[in-house]
Antibody, heavy 121, light 107 residues
Framework: EVQLVESGGGLVQPGGSLRLSCAAS????????MHWVRQAPGKGPVWVSR????????NYADSVKGRFTISRDNAKNTLYLQMNSLRVEDTAVYYC??????????????WGQGTLVTVSS | DIQMTQSPSSLSASVGDRVTITCRAS??????LNWYQQKPGKAPNLLIS???SLQSGVPSRFSGSGSGTDFTLTISSLQPEDFATYYC?????????FGQGTKVEIK
């Protein structure tokens, strides 16, 4: 059974840092591109970042570029999101999501349960 | 960035009703369009990929159509478990973008 389990969320002050983790199981993690998607309270999902299967290529939303870093450890089957210089507007539930391995058109075929990040003084 | 616009933002319907949700892209995205259902406190769940491909396990009352800039999600006969928020999402170009959502409520 495919499972994605996020952790690391919590309450942090503006300007602070957090590192989110997403533990993957039930599939060959190293074969899949992985993404982070966030959802502010009462709002729709917003794509944050993605990383290719071997970790050599990454992309970011403009809103987090230069502050967030996505990475992965294929030996540990774990995806990460290092979040620095956090802002109030980064408050959201953060989901890791698996991109389907097949050819395009691509989609998210599995999502984690999410971890809440609250940025507040 | 490609903007995705859904309509309506919300609707009220009864069990058994036919429901149609539309999604328009700000530029052509071929068939790189996916539909997700989200219930409160849960992650989005994929219903339809590539505009019209029903995912395994999704009831056949759900269907998708469209290509280019205009897309439709149809629920042929609304069931109690279908009351939720629906999002379209394009995977044609990065950043992948979502519509603002359509909340389907009980009339």
């Amino acid at each position: 059974e495919v499972q994605l389990v996020e952790s690391g969320g919590g309450l942090v002050q503006p300007g602070g840092s957090l590192r989110l983790s997403c533990a993957a199981s039930g599939f060959t993690f190293s074969s899949h591109w992985m993404h982070w998607v966030r959802q502010a309270p009462g709002k729709g999902p917003v794509w944050v970042s993605r990383i290719n299967s071997d970790g050599s290529s990454t992309n970011y939303a403009d809103s987090v570029k230069g502050r967030f870093t996505i990475s992965r450890d294929n030996a540990k089957n774990t995806l990460y999101l290092q979040m620095n210089s956090l802002r109030v507007e980064d408050t959201a539930v953060y989901y890791c999501a698996r991109r389907v391995a097949a050819a395009a058109p691509y989609y998210f075929d599995f999502w984690g349960q999410g971890t809440l990040v609250t940025v507040s003084s | 960035d490609i903007q995705m616009t859904q309509s309506p933002s919300s609707l009220s319907a009864s069990v058994g009703d036919r429901v149609t949700i539309t999604c328009r892209a700000s530029q052509s995205i071929s068939n790189y369009l996916n539909w997700y259902q989200q219930k409160p406190g849960k992650a989005p769940n994929l219903l339809i990929s590539a505009a019209s491909s029903l995912q395994s396990g999704v009831p056949s009352r759900f269907s998708g159509s469209g290509s280019g800039t205009d897309f439709t999600l149809t629920i042929s006969s609304l069931q109690p478990e279908d009351f939720a928020t629906y999002y379209c999402q394009q995977s044609y170009s990065t950043p992948w973008t979502f519509g603002q959502g359509t909340k389907v409520e009980i009339k």
